[in-house]
């Protein structure tokens, strides 16, 4: 299984930016996608995570501005951040939980990460 993500990019503070991360591989079925992020010399953070079901869940900071969507015909995540600000800076990580044929249960996969600059 791969996850390969894509939309990231230099803009500036107010713009917007659209990631986007596709699954992969053998896959019999993914429950949750989500997305992180870390900045330079801080941890990785949760920023949202959607179930197979359509439910989200957002870190505090980023309510209201950022919106995660799946397709789950195309095992895709994606990630719409609008009113970026430069504390958004960072590299952002998508995530999946996958179940594949043959193995049971699900394992956690991480995509390459992609850089996300807001300038000020």
């Known amino acids: 299984v791969q996850l390969q993500a894509f939309g990231g990019g230099l803009v500036q503070a107010g713009g917007s930016l659209r990631l986007s991360c596709a699954a992969s591989?053998?896959?019999?079925?993914?429950?949750?996608m989500g997305w992180y992020r870390q900045a330079p010399g801080k941890q990785r953070e949760l920023v949202a995570i959607?179930?197979?079901?359509?439910?989200?869940n957002y870190t505090y900071s980023v309510k209201g501005r950022f919106t995660i969507s799946r397709d789950n015909a195309k095992n895709t995540v994606y990630l719409q951040m609008n009113s970026l600000k430069p504390q958004d800076t960072a590299v952002y990580y998508c995530?999946?939980?996958?179940?594949?044929?043959?193995?049971?249960?699900?394992?956690?996969?991480w995509g390459q990460g992609t850089e996300v600059t807001v300038s000020s």
């Open positions: 591989g053998s896959i019999f079925s993914i429950n949750d």
């Open positions: 959607i179930s197979s079901d359509g439910s989200t």
């Open positions: 995530n999946a939980g996958v179940s594949t044929y043959g193995s049971w249960g699900f394992r956690d996969y």
